[in-house]
């Protein structure tokens, strides 16, 4: 029986499989994808300051800042609303800390990961896809999805497969916000200098994140407008974005590579089972509108893998190990969660007397030292 069998060795399985490099257990990593595949193409990432930490701890940090292009700095976030007033400026050089966070490139990323992994005595399993997890007081069962395969049993699963539905006894709440959103590369006619912009609007949040030499663009839509949006030239399409900005952003260029994806709020409701535990997106896949999902898989990741490091052997995967951890992670899960949620409900009507407030809101916070701070230390390390 192994240890530990990890089903999904993505940015958050890999992470947490490099954090028991060093221990000494039986670890198993499965992954459907082809070795050197990546499985979301070339999605960014929005990393926080926390995460980097966090990655430079499992060596993977100076591998991925090593690629040309992985990795563009956030040096500030100019954060406003349309229609209202209130504005807000984030600025990494007042928290004391070279970058805000970062944007990275998921591809990067990944074979950074499958690099620094390929250099541990982990059991790295491509092209192996789980069908199930299912277990007993003693071990879990992991089917594979090949006929005639015989199961892997380990005394712990850990789940992240990005969807969590592989796992028996974790039920998933879902929310479906009836929105999308649309995603593009948008070139400038002035360098970006690591600025990235969020603004609230009626129709949902929109942002542009620094990312190369280009922006990233997340824009909330309802899904008829996305399409009307999706098929207007890219002289309109650019034209509609500078309305939407207003003069906070000016000299939109080119974009490029538009598509569309929808917007839902998904949890795992409990993240542990008999010998079984989700991490990642299949514990939490939230609104991209504070950045906060991935981060709080990489926080995951490296919290159970700490869990694990310190638990006694024979603790492995049992039920009070797992409770402990789930009532660790507790705080900053259903933070983020909340925060995010509300964030997209505080933001999403026009109403005077809302739009009032959520203005002063963000100028007060410009304005209270102590309030960005904390606001900022939430956005880039968590609740916790
Ligand atoms: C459409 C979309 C767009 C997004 N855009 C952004 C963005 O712009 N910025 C941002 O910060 N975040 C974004 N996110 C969120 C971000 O992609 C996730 O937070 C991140 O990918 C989660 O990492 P993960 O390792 O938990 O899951 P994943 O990245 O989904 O990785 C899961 C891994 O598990 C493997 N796997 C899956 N099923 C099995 C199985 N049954 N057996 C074995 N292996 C399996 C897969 O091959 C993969 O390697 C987006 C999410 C979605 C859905």
Redesign the pocket.
């Known amino acids: 029986m192994h240890d530990v069998v990890i089903?999904?060795?993505?940015?958050?399985?890999?992470a947490f499989a490099l954090a028991l490099a060093d221990a000494d257990l039986d670890v198993v990593a499965?992954?459907?994808?082809a070795a050197g595949a990546t499985?979301?193409g070339d999605?960014?990432?929005?990393?926080s300051h926390g995460a980097r930490l966090i990655f430079e701890r499992l060596g993977v940090w100076t591998r991925l800042a090593a690629v040309a292009g992985a990795v563009t700095p956030i040096v500030e976030i100019d954060v406003s609303q349309a229609g209202g007033f209130g504005v807000t400026r984030l600025v990494a050089q007042e928290q004391g800390i070279p970058a805000l966070g970062y944007v990275v490139s998921?591809r990067a990323l990944?074979s950074a990961i499958d690099d620094a992994l390929a250099r541990t005595g982990i059991d790295v399993r491509f092209g192996?896809?789980?069908?199930s997890v299912v277990a007993t007081p003693a071990y879990a069962s992991i089917v594979l999805?090949e006929e005639k395969s015989t199961p892997l049993h380990a005394r712990l699963a850990v789940v992240?497969?990005?969807?969590g539905t592989?796992v028996a006894g974790i039920a998933r709440e879902r929310h479906d916000y009836l929105q999308v959103?649309l995603?593009a590369k948008v070139g400038m006619d002035a360098p970006h200098h690591g600025i990235a912009f969020e603004r609230f609007t009626s129709e949902g949040p929109m942002a542009l994140l620094p990312e190369g030499d280009r922006y990233?663009l997340?824009w909330t839509m309802t899904p008829s407008k996305a399409e009307a949006a999706l098929a207007l030239s890219d002289a309109d399409f650019l034209a509609a974005l500078a309305r939407s900005f207003g003069a906070r952003v000016t000299g939109f260029a080119q974009v490029a590579e538009r598509r569309t994806?929808p917007l839902r709020l998904e949890f795992a409701r409990p993240t542990v089972a008999t010998r079984s535990v989700v991490?990642?997106?299949?514990a939490q896949?939230l609104h991209?509108i504070a950045?906060q999902?991935?981060n709080l898989?990489v926080r995951d990741a490296y919290e159970l893998g700490r869990a694990i490091v310190c638990a006694p052997r024979d603790a492995l995967g049992d039920d009070a190990m797992l409770a402990a951890f789930a009532a660790r992670r507790r705080p900053d899960r259903y933070a983020g969660i909340a925060f995010t949620h509300g964030l997209t409900r505080l933001f999403a009507t026009d109403s005077p007397l809302v739009s009032w407030p959520r203005g002063l809101a963000l100028t007060l916070l410009d304005g209270l030292p102590p309030l960005k701070r904390a606001f900022t230390r939430a956005l880039l390390f968590g609740i916790s």
Do not use: K, M
Request: overall charge positive.
């Open positions: 089903v999904g060795a993505g940015p958050v399985g890999g499965l992954d459907s994808r499985l979301r999605r960014s990432l929005a990393l998921y990944q192996a896809t789980a069908a999805g992240a497969d990005g969807a592989t959103a995603i990233g997340v994806f991490i990642g997106n299949a896949a991209p950045g999902g991935f898989g």
